[in-house]
């Protein structure tokens, strides 16, 4: 079964860090896109990162050079370090994977994903 869980969020004042975890099952599979995207109430889902099995990795512009996807295959664990964070990171960061994937994107419509963990950045 294909359930993500996250961990890892919290509250951190703007400049600092955090690092989000998420025990997965995609790498089991051959071939997957694995990623992070988060929510505010009342507004679309963005992408924020993804990574192909091949290692890949993509991010959205908005965080690119702050953020950085990672995996642990031996630990089936994806990875997202969030550094600089900004008020405007403030939101619910969901894990998700997709087994099988064609092909990896920052904004991946992923099938399965996990019931998120809160991100809070103070000013």
């Known amino acids: 079964q294909v359930q993500p869980v996250e961990s890892g969020g919290g509250s951190v004042q703007a400049g600092g860090s955090l690092r989000l975890s998420c025990a997965v099952s995609?790498?089991?599979?051959?071939?997957?896109?694995m990623g992070w995207f988060r929510q505010i109430p009342g507004q679309p889902r963005e992408g924020v990162a993804g990574?192909?099995?091949?290692?890949?990795?993509y991010y959205a512009a908005s965080v690119k050079g702050r953020f950085t996807i990672s995996k642990d295959n031996a630990k089936a664990t994806l990875y997202l370090e969030m550094n600089n964070l900004k008020p405007e990171d403030t939101a619910m960061y969901h894990c998700?994977?997709?087994?099988?994937?064609?092909?990896?994107?920052?904004?991946?419509?992923?099938?399965?994903y996990g019931p998120g963990t809160q991100v809070t950045v103070s000013s």
């Open positions: 995609g790498f089991t599979y051959a071939r997957y896109c």
């Open positions: 990574i192909g099995s091949d290692g890949t990795t």
């Open positions: 998700a994977e997709e087994p099988w994937a064609a092909s990896c994107a920052a904004n991946y419509r992923y099938t399965y």
